[in-house]
């Protein structure tokens, strides 16, 4: 009996795994397959989306022309470039300058330096030039740069801005270019190497310049604002929205995400537009009609079926092969347990098989339309995850994994799934939020025709309807309409009630706008938790920030 028992703990960490088994239930994908038998998720990443994309299709292309360098290195370059269709590799005359880098920063710096120094004494300049000062100063720098991406502002008030925005002109036509090409294949050069290292090391370069390029987009958009230029503006609005289209069309939860973020940023804009010219109500109706026919950019629970689904299995898939893939993922994989088992013999079918069970509880939950009944079930979901890693820390259990194949195999199971699914709750908040923000910015564009038609903001929404608005969306949070006040400065403030359901009194969660009223400088002492998502007209004009005080 005891050499029985022996020979079966012996067994249960000397002898061979079982084999993968190829299926929809375990790793997802059944092809392609690779030498192995086991499906190339390397192909599968790299393909995905490449159907009916060709090189005069491809935003992709005059993407990467305009930002190209990137950083990348020579080999990943060469890779991405052949992938792409590029017969040479793009000049650096068409590349977009970052208006954050250093070399744009030092030269605000520089002439907000000179600012300083006029009237002061020479002694007194020195002191201005010293390193803690001029630190001061480059901390402005980014401050005015920051601040040019959502007020408008003139060549007079930041010259070396403007002659930025002049000398990176052949990029934004490359990026407007980008936007307007139907279909987007930007692989990711960690797919294109000789060796795969898995989906967890693959590279989003893509996903970082995408949120570089916008920002300067939405700079130039003021700065044509200021000049008048609001035609311009516009399209300069309009290339973001499209690129955020773009990013939304990835599989993975980060690029859902900086997709929406980079819509949100573009609504923003859009406000300030609107009331710059308070009398065109041609402009005012062509942009609330582009408004109403847009979706926000995301799509989440397609993320989590299609993308990050396939992403645990790929995940999994390399461990069998070589449990070193986890060691060298980072700790936010990693933990001491299953680096304990990574010598013993495991099923990696069952992990599996747990995993897509728990993806299938997300994907039913994620897609309930009703927000109230999917936030209920959301936190069921998350409470059953807290449990399975709760459970995967429990002693009986690890002391009965030692023995036991099935048991450890269950273990290593829950434990993976508890650290590698994605944060339900947070990322449906992150796309509720973005329909919420679409929505009051399509009741903004509304107002903004109705006092161009009417010679002011009206006294309620409901008189939005008919003339302009077939209907008046109501509050995503509370189902109610939203909160709006025509203001005595010939404003408005529209907010919804946000993620408590409460009026807070119209206080942003930024900390911009406070009781209804902008902050400057901006406070940043907001509980987010009990905040509302604002829109107040006008939006402040530009301003230098106020002369900072230097060290003697």
């Not at 903004?444 to 025709?449: F, G």
Request: aromatic share 10%; hydrophobic share 40%.
């Amino acid at each position: 009996m005891f050499l029985e028992f022996a020979f079966s703990v012996l067994l249960s960490y000397f002898g061979p795994n079982p084999p993968l088994v190829v299926s929809e239930e375990t790793t997802v994908i059944t092809a392609p397959l690779s030498d192995d038998g086991l499906p190339d998720y390397q192909t599968y990443w790299r393909d995905l989306g490449r159907e009916g994309v060709t090189h005069d299709n491809n935003g992709a292309v005059p993407f990467w022309k305009a930002i190209w360098p990137t950083g990348l290195s020579q080999n990943d370059w060469l890779a991405m470039s052949d992938a792409l269709g590029f017969a040479q590799m793009p000049s650096t005359t068409e590349s977009l300058q970052d208006p954050f880098d250093k070399t744009v920063r030092s030269l605000v710096s520089y002439w907000l330096t000179t600012q300083y120094q006029a009237g002061l004494t020479p002694t007194e300049s020195d002191v201005l030039l010293n390193p803690t000062n001029q630190q001061i100063i480059d901390n402005s720098a980014e401050e005015v740069i920051d601040l040019a991406m959502s007020r408008p502002w003139t060549s007079e008030q930041i010259p070396p801005l403007a002659d930025w925005v002049k000398h990176n002109a052949k990029p934004f036509e490359l990026l407007t270019e980008a936007s307007q090409r139907p279909m987007w294949w930007s692989p990711s050069p960690s797919l294109l190497r000789p060796k795969y290292e898995g989906a967890i090391q693959i590279l989003l370069p893509a996903v970082q310049n995408l949120r570089g390029a916008t920002r300067a987009l939405c700079i130039r958009a003021m700065w044509y604002a200021a000049q008048g230029q609001r035609a311009e503006a516009w399209q300069d609005l309009q290339t973001t929205f499209q690129l955020a289209t773009h990013c939304g069309r990835g599989m993975t939860l980060v690029e859902q995400l900086v997709a929406i973020a980079i819509d949100n940023t573009a609504l923003s804009r859009t406000v300030t537009l609107l009331q710059l010219d308070e009398s065109d109500a041609k402009f005012a109706r062509e942009v609330l009609d582009y408004l109403q026919k847009r979706k926000i950019p995301s799509d989440v629970v397609r993320s989590f079926d299609q993308g990050e689904r396939v992403f645990f299995a790929d995940m999994v898939v390399m461990l069998q092969r070589d449990f070193s893939t986890l060691e060298n993922a980072g700790t936010d994989v990693t933990t001491p347990a299953l680096l304990f088992y990574s010598q013993a013999p495991m099923n990696w079918n069952d992990v599996l098989r747990s995993a897509n069970a728990i993806y299938n509880r997300l994907v039913e939950t994620a897609s309930i339309p009703d927000r109230a009944e999917r936030m209920r079930a959301t936190s069921n979901l998350d409470h059953h995850i807290s449990q399975l890693a709760r459970s995967a820390g429990d002693p009986a259990r690890i002391v009965a994994s030692f023995i036991n194949a099935e048991v450890r195999s269950a273990l290593v199971a829950d434990t993976m799934v508890s650290l590698m699914l994605p944060a339900l709750n947070a990322s449906m908040k992150a796309q509720d939020r973005a329909i919420a923000v679409l929505d009051l910015t399509r009741v903004a564009a509304a107002l903004a025709v109705y006092r161009a038609e009417q010679g002011e903001y009206p006294e309620k929404l409901a008189q939005l309807v008919p003339s302009v608005l077939d209907k008046v969306p109501n509050d995503l949070y509370s189902d109610k309409p939203f909160s709006y006040e025509r203001k005595p400065d010939g404003g408005y403030l529209l907010y919804s009630v946000f993620e408590d359901g409460k009026d807070d009194g119209g206080t942003d969660r930024d900390g911009s706008i406070i009781g209804g009223e902008w902050v400057t400088p901006n406070s940043g002492n907001v509980d987010y938790e009990h905040s509302d998502l604002v829109i107040r007209v006008p939006v402040p004009k530009f301003e230098l920030p106020p002369k900072p005080t230097f060290v003697n």
